[in-house]
């Protein structure tokens, strides 16, 4: 599968593979189950800002995994373990 973007402007983040979204919700959707004190606005922003550092990343396959754990990892230091 090729993935054509067009080249952002400055400060504008690349678009995201449309097949990234949904997964994206449910990785955050897991997390706020996990962690249910944080609102589920911001463990989407979270997910959102970990997915973005492979934004450019050739092998998309893993990002999901890395991002669920990246995000466990921060809302466990700063909440504490939930579930």
Do not use: N
Not at 15 to 24: H, K, S, T
Not at 46 to 55: G, M, Q, T
Not at 59 to 75: G, N, S, T, Y
């Amino acid at each position: 599968m090729t993935l054509e973007l067009e080249q952002p402007g400055p400060g504008i983040a690349p678009a995201r593979p449309a097949d990234e979204l949904p997964v994206m919700a449910a990785v955050a959707l897991e997390l706020h189950g996990k962690f249910p004190s944080v609102p589920l606005e911001q463990v989407s922003i979270l997910v959102e800002c970990l997915w973005s550092h492979y934004d450019g990343a050739p092998v998309r396959d893993f990002v999901a995994l890395l991002v669920r754990k990246q995000a466990w990892e921060e809302l466990s230091d700063h909440v504490g373990p939930q579930a």
